[in-house]
């Protein structure tokens, strides 16, 4: 008997999915257990695994449709079955060997090539044994696929010189026009995931229902940085993590926020909504994009548990495994470009929240220091706000507080 393949529920307020990629083809082997989809709601993507083992049969649903919580999207046979379906090469009307070489589609057996790598394969009648996958698990990425096509051009023999003419004195030759090299202005249309779709219309809605401004200051890392220097080793061996920087912005943060309420606030319709609570999104690029898990209750929190934390968001977050309620709510955002090399942007803010700040890479710059010329490591950093409920001076009164906590970070261990 078939087993089922249904959409799980994802989240409280999710009702529908849409299918972002099969990772099994109808008459591959399945594990129990094994992931055979992925899917994609508008706040995470998750994995749907085999709840037998058996041969993957009908699917369904195909890339880019939707489906509805509970509904099923495929079927598993078992193994060995008479109702299993063959490999789709199977199925394929026989050929000759040289209308296989010219027009059949590149099949492949291996469930560990990806979709954009296939059609790439076929494209340009590339065996599937002389590429090795270089991507998670071993799967062959369209990046494999293209090294091994440029190897092949490049290793191509160069065509005979075409004899140069002669030029009269009275007329120069123009030089030959050069071919543009085979799948030099090649364009690939890929659907945007519902995740990023939805990221998309939140943030355009923010940039055309709130009053967005940004206001700067930057930050003498130093202090921080000796701090941390002396702490690792014994942080390290009590939490088994490192003690980065994020911790500290975080707990900044917080201090801020308790002396500008209206940043830990939003709007419902004509009233303000002040929160007592702290919890605080951390931005982190996972592997499918840009996430904001939430620190609930950060206020509570410890150095330790802050870093604990954000180390298992970002190993979840690049496997794609974080759950959608870790993913809600939040009173307000972290976003650190610094990681990535950004010196200086405009964040924007996360409705319904009023404000996000903004981190950036740590350069060495020559600052006055009581009446001399130093070099320190400082940090500009950025806070964008809903100004409807936000004015200036408040906005500046919140970056000088976390500037002040930051700089003297003795302060925070003491009080945490």
């Keep these: 008997m078939a087993l089922e393949l249904k959409v799980p529920s994802v989240g409280e307020s999710i009702r529908e999915v849409e299918i972002g990629q099969w990772l099994k083809k109808e008459g591959d082997a399945i ?14 993507t998750v994995d749907l695994p085999a709840p037998g083992a058996g041969v993957m049969g009908r ?46 589609p590149v099949r492949v057996a291996e469930s560990k090539v990806m979709p954009a790598a296939e059609r790439l394969l076929t494209e340009e009648k590339v065996p599937v044994g002389s590429v090795t996958g270089t991507g998670p698990g071993g799967r062959m990425l369209k990046e494999d696929v293209q090294r091994t ?35 030099f202005r090649r364009e690939e249309v890929v659907r945007m995931s519902k995740l990023r779709r939805t990221a998309a219309a939140r943030l355009v809605s923010a940039k055309q229902t709130m009053a967005l401004l940004t206001t700067f200051n930057e ?84 150095f330790g548990e802050i870093e604990r934390a954000i180390v ?33 942007s405009t964040p924007i ?9 903004g ?18 490591p400082m940090m500009y950093v950025a806070l964008t706000y809903d100004h409807r409920i936000v004015d200036g001076k408040e906005a500046v009164t919140f970056l000088k507080r976390v500037k002040e906590t930051v700089e003297n970070p003795a302060r925070m261990l003491l009080e945490a």
């Design 31 to 44: 594990r129990e257990g094994e992931t055979v989809a992925i899917l994609e709601s508008e706040k995470a």
């Design 59 to 104: 699917q369904l649903k195909t890339p880019g449709q939707v489906a509805t919580v509970g509904e099923i999207i495929g079927l598993i046979e078992p193994a060995g079955s008479t109702g299993s379906v063959p490999p789709a090469a199977a199925l394929a009307a026989p050929a000759t060997a040289s209308e296989a070489a010219t027009t059949a």
């Design 149 to 183: 096509v440029d190897a092949r051009k490049t290793a191509a023999p160069a065509p005979a010189p075409t004899p140069t003419p002669v030029a009269s004195p009275a007329l120069p030759v123009a030089a030959p026009a050069s071919a543009s090299p085979a799948g």
């Design 219 to 302: 930050i003498d890392m130093s202090p921080v940085m000796a701090l941390r220097k002396e702490l690792q080793e014994s942080f390290t061996a009590r939490h088994g993590c490192k003690l980065g920087f994020m911790s500290f912005f975080v707990k900044a943060v917080i201090d801020g926020l308790k002396l500008v309420p209206q940043l830990n606030s939003e709007i419902r319709g004509d009233d303000i909504v002040y929160k007592n609570f702290y919890d605080v999104g951390v931005a982190i690029g996972g592997g499918r994009g840009l996430v904001v898990p939430v620190l609930r209750h950060a206020e509570r929190m410890s």
């Design 312 to 344: 298992e968001f970002a190993g979840r977050a690049k496997d794609g495994k974080l759950l959608p309620e870790e993913l809600e709510g939040g009173t307000f955002t972290i976003s650190n470009g610094g990681v990535y090399g950004s010196l200086l």
């Design 349 to 357: 803010v996360n409705p319904p929240q009023s404000g996000v700040l």
């Design 359 to 376: 981190m950036h890479t740590i350069q060495e710059r020559p600052i006055a220091l009581n009446g001399q010329v130093v070099i320190r």
